[in-house]
């Protein structure tokens, strides 16, 4: 198991709409071949910066599975026009949880 977290800056003023879209775009992920699961986090000091973090079975589950379907294209049409920059991706294992 592996999560992607992407780290989204969002233009200011635009958070409730950009928290509208992605929980729009949430069946698309949870819909996806090897995805386990989905997590929004907003920042307290920085309240137009998002932590989206989606566990996926293997990393190719992402960057190759879902990114070629219409999932991904819908979730990007709803979520991109919120978009201050591009989104940072990266995936990461757990080496250590309680």
Not at 26 to 51: I, K, N, Q, T, W
Not at 77 to 86: D, G, I, R
Request: glycine share 6%; hydrophobic share 45%; with cysteine.
């Amino acid at each position: 198991m592996i999560t992607e977290i992407a780290q989204i800056e969002v233009q200011p003023g635009q958070e409730q709409g950009f928290e509208e879209a992605v929980a729009e775009a949430l069946p698309h992920f949870l819909a996806a071949d090897g995805c386990h699961g989905v997590d929004l986090l907003r920042g307290v000091e920085h309240p137009s910066r998002y932590r989206l973090m989606v566990r996926w079975e293997t990393v190719e589950h992402h960057t190759v599975t879902f990114r070629a379907s219409e999932g991904f294209a819908r979730w990007r049409a709803l979520a991109e026009p919120y978009f201050a920059v591009a989104p940072q991706v990266e995936h990461v294992h757990s080496v250590l949880a309680s």
